[in-house]
């Protein structure tokens, strides 16, 4: 089973080091295909940077998506999500998306903590946009951003897991998301310091991902899902204006 | 991998199909282990039989449980869910909170179809009481019950099938979840005549079983889930009443 | 008007101390029926023990129901209840239910405080599935148990007191509900400290059932709360299964 | 126990016809005070006429108020009902939260009927306003305004009984309300042709006065419905000034 | 174009005050006509004070409306505005509803700043009536009134300016609004200490009513805001009693 | 004052239709400076061409918005709104959001007319996304795109008056909004045979931009909306580029 392993952010890097964890969570059948955006912010942290990996996902997978069997979006906040899924012929499933409905399937309530305060607000409208506010108990953020605890995670092991403790105590979360491609691997590091179970994103959307392609689901054939009419565009990728103009159609 | 499969309809042979299917949807090294209600409806289809069988469920875990890695809950509608996740050691999947959350990621908005006209509130009670109601498209209900479509699937095919259609075109259903034990194994066979995709619940909390079941979760040590202070009981069977009395114990 | 008082914790006692309450706030022709759970925890603290009591308090109400105008299910938390009004042929009311309806018509918000930390979040959902979060201001818990409470009052006064002051002037609550059978007759002990209306639940219950019982409404013949069709069952108490085979039939 | 029943439409036939209601539904010790609206319209049907009546209950209120026990707001829509219950010194029950909280209580989803389309709105408004919104099946409205119905209410039974029939099977009401003092009193002639519990609004909402006058609960001392601040007024009737200016004053 | 500003409390230097600020805001070729609640509070601060401006509202209207081309409500909380809206041929804004939307496009979460404790929840509620719940970050009160303020601003800027900060910091407010006729002029006095923007509400008024109006839309001829049947009226001021006995029929 | 119209569309002829019309409806002091998006669909009707479209308006931003007073949003669905909104330092309107929140005020429920059926679910969900869900009456989609219909308004007009008097009829719409840059000017032409206030998005989002721009508000300086901390990019426009890697910075 292939899986695409799609990183918006424009750090090859963090590419290899999501994909590392996601091999090591995934089943030996599973190949894990990493693919880099081409254009956009080296590490998302604004909104500006999220929107232009709405489009730099789509070009990934207008670029590599031939013969994946399942496409993982492997930014926290799952930029582009509705969009690939209505453009992908097989299931997409969003790092945060897999990591918040496997998260309240273990609990009650739900907390993030991620790095980079301005993820706040954007993953509370995230939240709200996939239907889950009544099971999120709080996003608490870190002063350091994802790219800057990926680039040197044992400086923040300490901050985290005091973020996580603060979340079960007072928000009261009974499972806690360590979310952002950058905290890869470190959930099990700190898991054990934590009072509740602590959901690695990276790993928990390995197992999502392989859940929705083992049910061999066909395309949607009518609704907002569906293939799209052809339609003209300028200034794409080759591959993207394809898709978009025609290999798509219905 | 061992899977306790708990159905808490006293149905043995509704257990035994249902874990058919189970065993055909899980990878080689899970082990489906099934169990049966030991008290309660032969088929549940009213509130008083749900809420009979919440009971019925601690008391087949207490009974069956010992060593298993995870525990399925195998009636749609999940009676006493919460339950057994406070008292399990290990993450407890309910059939229906489960394919609700990957009927979630498949699109927007999912639909359940469904045998036995009372299940319609009591379905889309519990949808809110997952925190689901803002994904949910419809509950809709055939008039045979599941346990008369399970005993007699060729007869219930095209009601089915029909309630599927009508709900994707009326009420913009991007997924729909057949659900009950009863319909275990029957998605595959109408699957080509729904235009969106269509989950078997037995197969889709499999999957979810064993994603949780991956994850190696430890059990939360605080919260609403966290292990329960002994309390005495009475009139319970001996293995409800140790679990609740103190094998359970902080 | 005879007055069926269920209270599905185990513990006999407490039936007595509550029905005490409720015979001094019932008018002179009300009879209160005192009865106790047959089975489950001496006291329902967790998510575990009040999954039994739905089922105990619809094997009570099966064995003494017969005769009775109206049922309080004298459990704050009201396990069991929607079960109990699909089946029973007379207005069930829920001692918790009750009390936050008749709680949302004194102000615009109420606060709930209550014994034992855990029935934080089962009353949170509990509010929700009754679909009265708007007026939710919060649920304070305070840490011993209401049986702890129960068995030794004065301790716990001035606690309680504090905590319904915090909510006031913390929440905003117009109204605060001391929850739980076992602080049956405790508010008017501490009222005058507390700045707003303080509820007692078993006199609030009595209230709404005595106005429920007033109304003379007939049973639904049709929706959720009609009459179910026979099933067979196993394992059930005689007076149970006669209820769910056929005494109950459509 | 003395009930001020507030008609803040101005016509005093409609007041009488309600109180005789009111009193056949009471407590032989409950004193029912009837009182009417002096300025306004005589029946409400519009916002502009709801908004006028608010002034006029407070304006009853301030003249006839002194002694009751218990206040009834008798215009289903409940116009002035939390000003009302800020200056008040004893519980003030609306007709339509009443009915509204007491239908909740008798199944999940209650349908209010009521005559006069342009109250479909406001009434859904009204329901939300007290947060009852997830507890709602529909209004349905039928063209004649309650007044008319009121003035001849033979004409009416059948285009009621089908609303009310109407409502439950297609909205999955398990309660209906009738909405409107010029219903008071019908609900019993139809009851037997609708299929779930029908609520007379005057019946019920004299069962929540009871029940709230019964809990002997003392005036909030602090927040949003405690005594107001003294302020200057102008063009009011003395009684409403001198209640505002100073009789109510903290 | 023909602004009718009309200020229901019963203070007309407070109306002076407004209207100052209006005029500066508003375009040269608009007009604002002040107007004056004839009875209720000096300064509404109130539920009782809220619901009779609703009344003095249709009367201030009733009386001074003929000619205008769009009437603005200029009382934060907006005391009738439904009614008003119903009653009137031309746009009706109220000075509350338009801050709150306008705020509501300038950010994803907005606070209100006001003076006045009982505020705080009178103003929630009126969020909530308008549908914005959602965007609201918190409501926050000072202990001075807003006439109390407008009497004496200078001693009101700091704890203003304070309130403000605070709401940004801990609620997350992207937008603050000052909210009460008597805080009109005040916002670009300490707009430079609030670190988003703060809103003047009559300023954002004025031009939401000079948008409303430069839509040049008809009334409505059907629904919840088209002209009301006319219906007998009794002790209202010959203007208001014409309005709704006739003059705005259908 | 200068409004930068943005229509992220990539045909210049519907920008200079839509400008036309903005022109009209502007203030004489107002210019009216229009900028088209430079890749992706020449007509934005799915989810992956919103997602594109996103980027594409910041690209023009970055390229045009130089001088600007107000920035206009002139695709009906606002792709990358917040994310402009982010990066702007002048106010941002969206077309959509901000003919939803005028529409809001004209009336209790608005319904939106548009073309092209899959813009339903994406509608519903940016109504949601700016929290004015509780205010949707519908959004109702006919069968020809907004690009078709802008290409031959004639043979549409027909259609859309049908629609419109639907979603009045049926949804309850007080106010409706005929949705998309292709549907400019056309409100006017059949607004006489609607019987609600019918909006005109490109006129509305006109308004609301003057309105914006007249309450000289700063860019927040800090939240979610303040400017971001500078991060390297690649792929970008170096217009874009710039802004994200410095010139924004904080």
Redesign the interface.
């Known amino acids: 089973m292939r899986l695409l392993f799609v990183n918006p952010n424009?750090s090859a890097d963090l590419t290899e080091q999501g994909a590392r964890v996601a091999r090591k969570?995934a089943?030996p059948e599973t190949e894990i295909v990493p693919a880099t955006g081409?254009?956009?912010?080296?590490?998302i942290?604004?909104?500006?940077?999220?929107?232009?990996a709405?489009?730099?996902a789509?070009d990934v997978f207008a670029r590599e998506g031939r013969g994946a069997d399942v496409v993982l979006l492997a930014c926290f906040g799952d930029p582009?999500l509705?969009?690939?899924?209505?453009?992908s012929p097989v299931?997409v499933?969003?790092m945060a998306?897999?990591s918040c409905?496997?998260a309240?399937?273990?609990?009650?309530?739900f907390s993030i903590v991620t790095g980079g305060h301005?993820w706040?607000?954007?993953l509370e409208?995230f939240v709200?946009?996939?239907?889950?506010?009544?099971?999120l108990a709080a996003v608490r953020t870190v002063a350091p951003s994802g790219g800057e605890i990926a680039a040197n995670p044992e400086a923040a092991l300490d901050v985290l897991t005091q973020a996580c403790a603060e979340t079960?105590?007072r928000d009261?979360?009974?499972v806690v998301i360590l979310g952002g491609i950058g905290f890869a691997g470190m959930a099990e590091r700190i898991?054990?310091k934590v009072?509740?179970?602590?959901?690695?994103n990276v790993?928990?959307a390995v197992?999502?991902a392989?859940?929705?392609a083992?049910?061999k689901?066909?395309k949607?054939?009518?609704?907002?899902?569906?293939p799209?009419?052809p339609?003209?565009?300028?200034?794409?990728s080759a591959q993207?204006a394809a898709?978009?103009e025609g290999e798509n159609a219905k």
């Open positions: 424009t969570a089943r081409r254009f956009g912010a080296r590490y942290a604004t909104r500006a940077a999220a929107a232009i709405g489009h730099a789509l582009g509705f969009a690939l899924r209505e453009i299931p499933v969003g998306e897999a409905h496997l309240s399937t273990l609990g009650r309530k301005r706040g607000p954007m409208e709200a946009a996939i239907g889950l506010t009544a099971n079960v105590q009261g979360a009974d898991a054990g009072p509740v179970p602590l959901i690695d790993v928990a197992q999502m392989e859940a929705a083992a049910l689901l066909a949607p054939r009518s609704g907002s899902f569906s799209t009419t339609v003209r565009t300028t200034g794409l993207l898709l978009i």
